[in-house]
């Protein structure tokens, strides 16, 4: 009897509240279906309106494209905020906007507005693009006509010095050259050299150096010679052609030794030589010391001390206690240079330097004895000469 009645409560409890909880999925239901058809009929009146703005304002100027723009974002924002503004009186605004308009007629008359706005737009943006190319257009025609000339920004009659056997680089700065073509040209026998960055000459030593998005126009010569010395044309092909002038002037560099080519020494005593290298364009790589054939820079144990100079323009040589074994030809050879040498002479005496002007006496006194015998012998040849032709004739 009592599990009877316990099952009959539980059931009705059961459907009880399987009806409320569907009471409630369909009240759920009916309130989102009646806010989404509340923000459509707010959608459409706002669409409505845009159409009806659009349609009063007038097809706009270029000038004036951006204040229109602004004022339709402006009438926009303010008819969004008054729509939202309504929100507490949805029930209110969802029957008169139901018994007034009909939904269908409402959503095509938003299609007609979004069209008839996008024709709007195409409009606008056609018009930006033609202005916006006429502007190009003039913009152009201002850069043609008022660009800045060209001109050289290196100096015309400038000099370039260079040595023998280096890599002489001949400077042409160009500014504002826009399509010009750069040549170069030797004047003394008006040859063509390069073209751009084509070469002209046969001569595969000129070259021209430029680069990308450089003013630099650079005549490049290697391995210089002597014959290479003299005047070069940079020139620019405007109309007419623009050119200037510049002179490569060619130097042997050489190494000196200073003091007297001879020098007489006693032993014990103590031989200096200072090597320079003179007029070089370039640094030497090297710069070494000879005793006749025999490189000596290293030669420590032998009592021969050699430094040089960190920039290899200049080098010494120092023996401290000089020996018979160190007379001999001196020679200092720097790598890009000429050689110099001295003789050095290493005797026992007691006046080296009475012997040294003895030996220039001596040499002298050779000289005028072999010139002597030199008149001697054509005096000679000419009285025979004479004697033979008076015994013809007689």
Not at 197 to 209: G, I, M, N
Request: charged share 15%; net charge negative.
């Amino acid at each position: 009897m009592f599990g009877c009645a316990r099952k009959i409560c539980f059931s009705r409890i059961y459907n009880y509240l399987l009806r409320t909880l569907i009471l409630i999925i369909l009240g759920c239901v009916d309130i989102n279906n009646g806010l989404s058809s509340s923000y459509v009929d707010k959608e459409n009146i706002l669409l409505n309106q845009n159409l009806i703005i659009s349609q009063q304002l007038p097809v706009l100027s270029t000038s004036s494209m951006s204040t229109a723009d602004s004022g339709i974002n402006i009438l926009q924002t303010r008819l969004r905020q008054s729509s939202m503004g309504s929100n507490h009186n949805d029930d209110e605004s969802t029957n008169t906007s139901s018994g007034s308009s009909n939904p269908s007629s409402s959503i095509s008359s938003s299609i007609t507005g979004i069209s008839s706005s996008n024709s709007q737009n195409k409009i606008y943006e056609n018009t930006v693009d033609s202005h916006t190319e006429d502007n190009l257009n003039k913009e152009t025609a201002y850069e043609d006509i008022y660009k800045s000339p060209m001109y050289f920004g290196t100096e015309n009659s400038t000099v370039i010095t260079t040595q023998i056997g280096a890599t002489a680089h001949i400077p042409c700065t160009i500014h504002n050259i826009g399509d010009g073509v750069v040549s170069w040209i030797r004047r003394k026998d008006y040859h063509l050299l390069t073209v751009g960055l084509t070469t002209y000459s046969s001569d595969e030593r000129f070259s021209a150096t430029h680069l990308k998005h450089s003013e630099d126009w650079t005549l490049q010569i290697k391995f210089v010679q002597l014959r290479d010395a003299g005047i070069y044309e940079c020139q620019v092909s405007t109309h007419p052609p623009t050119s200037i002038f510049l002179a490569l002037n060619v130097v042997e560099a050489r190494a000196e030794i200073s003091g007297p080519p001879i020098r007489y020494l006693t032993p014990g005593s103590t031989l200096r030589l200072m090597c320079r290298v003179l007029q070089n364009t370039e640094a030497s790589e090297f710069i070494f010391w000879y005793h006749d054939n025999r490189m000596i820079n290293y030669d420590i144990d032998r009592g021969i001390n050699v430094s040089t100079e960190a920039d290899f323009q200049s080098s010494e040589l120092t023996i401290s206690r000089t020996r018979r074994e160190h007379s001999g030809n001196y020679t200092c050879v720097a790598s890009n240079a000429q050689p110099a040498s001295v003789l050095v002479h290493i005797f026992k005496g007691d006046n080296p330097a009475a012997m040294y002007h003895g030996h220039v006496g001596s040499s002298n006194k050779s000289y005028q004895n072999q010139l002597l015998l030199q008149i001697m012998f054509i005096c000679t040849v000419g009285y025979s000469t004479y004697v033979s032709h008076v015994q013809y004739f007689v």
